[in-house]
Every structure is written in structure tokens, then in C-alpha cells.
């Protein structure tokens, strides 16, 4: 399949495909993501494929940091069924970053006096290489930084700095991650045992 989008790849729609790695979740699952969004025109409005089960607001509103090659963030939203991405003030997602079913992104609130008005503020951030697990619900203004790990479940309302493993509802910061070799570390160290040395 590969191949055949390489020397189809003059075709912009199969050069997208093709340098975003599409392709790498399955043809079938492909297939179904574009039907759903050119024929039936779900989750339409973005030059993004997104998962057929998935649903989107304001989709014009999400960036992807980095180079077109940035496909693990692609393949998420292609892969990541059942998830919510409510981009009113923006979702600005680095590049390596990944997140599985389910999670929420949700970058506005409802107005107290009026429903019917989402208030304005500062866009979700996602930084560089962050891993966001299943069930995730990411709430408006937060910033997660390179290298993040999301644990499961977790709501996140506030931002956490670089290199941090949260976890909870509400999240909070449980462990850190080596600046070195990315391994698991007591919550404020910098280094494991090993890149110390």
C-alpha cells in the first residue's frame, strides 16, 4: 500500500495520506474515516482525517506544531475513536505526541449567565512527545508540556511543566520523567540513577 501512495503521491488528497501515514492504521479503517468525511461529511472543516466515532467543534481551530511528517499526531486522530475535540479557543497539539479512545479536549466553557455563549480564552497546549492515555478529559486554558505523561482517566484542569507524570481526578503531578532517557522518576528529580553518572 505503501508503494502504490508513493507513486500516487502527485494527487494532493493521496499526498496527504502518504506523508501523514494514514495508511499505518489499516486500510479499512481509512477507508471508513474518508467516507465518513467526504461523502457523508462528518467532521468536515479541517485538513484533518479524524476517526469516523470521533466528533469535532470548530475544527479550523486545531494546529499541529511541527513539520507535515509530524504523523503520530495524525494517526491519533485517525486511530482514536470516541474522542471530543471542542476547539472554540483552540487546540494546539505538538509534534510526536499521542493519545488513545476516548479523551476530551475541551478548550471552552459555558457562560454562567447565557448557555448559549462559550467564553473566551487562552487555547489547550500540548507540548512535544506527550503520551495523553484513554479516557482523558483535557479542560479549557491548560498547558502539558513536552514529554508529559496523561494517566488513564484523568481530568486535567490545571498545567503541568515538562517532563511530568500526572494522574487523577482532578490530575496532579505523581512522578517525573528522567530529562535524559525519559524513564519513570520521584516527582522533582531531573535525572535517574543512571544519567546522573
Not at 503521491?9 to 506523508?19: A, W
Not at 479524524?50 to 499526531?73: A, Q
Not at 449567565?113 to 479549557?140: M, T
Not at 503541568?160 to 522518576?185: D, W, Y
Request: proline share 4%; aromatic share 12%.
Amino acid at each position: 500500500m505503501k508503494k502504490i501512495l508513493r507513486l500516487l503521491s502527485f494527487i494532493p488528497f493521496l499526498n496527504r495520506i502518504y506523508k501523514r501515514q494514514y495508511y499505518a492504521t489499516g486500510m479499512g479503517i481509512l477507508v471508513v474515516n474518508t467516507f465518513f468525511k467526504n461523502i457523508l461529511r462528518i467532521n468536515t472543516g479541517a485538513d484533518i482525517l479524524f476517526n469516523f466515532t470521533s466528533r469535532v467543534n470548530t475544527p479550523k481551530n486545531i494546529k499541529i506544531t511541527g513539520s507535515e511528517e509530524t504523523y503520530s499526531v495524525y494517526k491519533s486522530f485517525v486511530a482514536s475513536g470516541g474522542c471530543y475535540y471542542q476547539a472554540i479557543n483552540g487546540i494546539e497539539i505538538g509534534e510526536g505526541t499521542i493519545w488513545a479512545y476516548g479523551c476530551q479536549f475541551i478548550s471552552s466553557n459555558h457562560s454562567y449567565r447565557n448557555l448559549k455563549v462559550n467564553l473566551p480564552g487562552p487555547p489547550i497546549r500540548i507540548g512535544n512527545s506527550v503520551w495523553i492515555a484513554s479516557n482523558c478529559v483535557v479542560l479549557p486554558g491548560v498547558n502539558i508540556n513536552d514529554y508529559c505523561v496523561v494517566g488513564a482517566g484523568s481530568v486535567v484542569s490545571k498545567s503541568f511543566s515538562s517532563h511530568t507524570i500526572i494522574a487523577g481526578v482532578p490530575a496532579k503531578a505523581i512522578a517525573s520523567r528522567c530529562k535524559k532517557c525519559l524513564e519513570k522518576i520521584v516527582y522533582g528529580d531531573e535525572y535517574c540513577n543512571d544519567c546522573q553518572n
